[in-house]
């Protein structure tokens, strides 16, 4: 596709059923800052002072501190995080600022949302063309992380100094309630495209 004009990508564009799956911002960003923390050395340190308050605050500010991490340089520094936290909308639509996809499905459903991809398929499918198998195996599960490890298996692996988030709750609303209810307006802010426009208000 690199090699095809931009006349011929727009065709091509038009002609296929363009999908895209995305996924809720306030569960992306905790899921961000879980993985970033993996990727560097000072989220092993004994004191693990970056914590979740200031992620939120500040997603990209985190990429100051990965170029300046020798174990998440190694990952691509700040356009490692950069592109991570990029907001799912600015893949989704075209210069004009219309849809650049015909459906969005949403990681929360993804089974029933991936199906009814599956079915328009099988719908516009040419009658020499083999039918469409349905889905045969979920794929909600790879989605539903819960808690990692148990409190113990976290202290334990902290005291071996394993890189990980300084918070590990089960669930993602623990993020944004009590010390961390500033999250709950910091992230629609920093991702209001995605907040608005795909109706995670």
Request: charged share 30%.
């Amino acid at each position: 596709m690199q090699n095809m004009t931009g006349r011929e990508l727009n065709k091509l564009w038009k002609d296929y059923f363009v999908v895209s799956f995305v996924r809720n911002p306030f569960q992306r960003a905790v899921s961000m800052y879980r993985m970033f923390m993996r990727e560097v050395e000072l989220g092993g340190t004994e004191d693990r002072t970056y914590t979740w308050n200031q992620f939120c605050a500040d997603p990209a500010g985190f990429g100051a501190k990965c170029e300046a991490d020798e174990k998440c340089k190694t990952r691509g520094g700040q356009s490692y995080t950069f592109t991570h936290m990029q907001p799912q909308m600015d893949c989704m639509v075209t210069e004009g600022g219309g849809w650049a996809v015909d459906f969005i499905g949403r990681v929360e459903h993804m089974d029933e949302d991936l199906q009814a991809v599956l079915d328009e398929l099988e719908r516009r499918r040419e009658a020499d063309v083999p039918p469409v198998r349905p889905l045969e195996n979920g794929l909600r599960h790879y989605n539903e992380r819960g808690c990692n490890h148990s409190k113990e298996e976290l202290e334990r692996l902290a005291a071996l100094g394993k890189p990980m988030a300084k918070e590990q709750y089960c669930e993602p609303e623990q993020y944004y309630e009590g010390q961390h209810a500033a999250c709950l307006r910091a992230i629609p802010h920093h991702y209001a495209s995605d907040v608005h426009m795909l109706g995670f208000d």
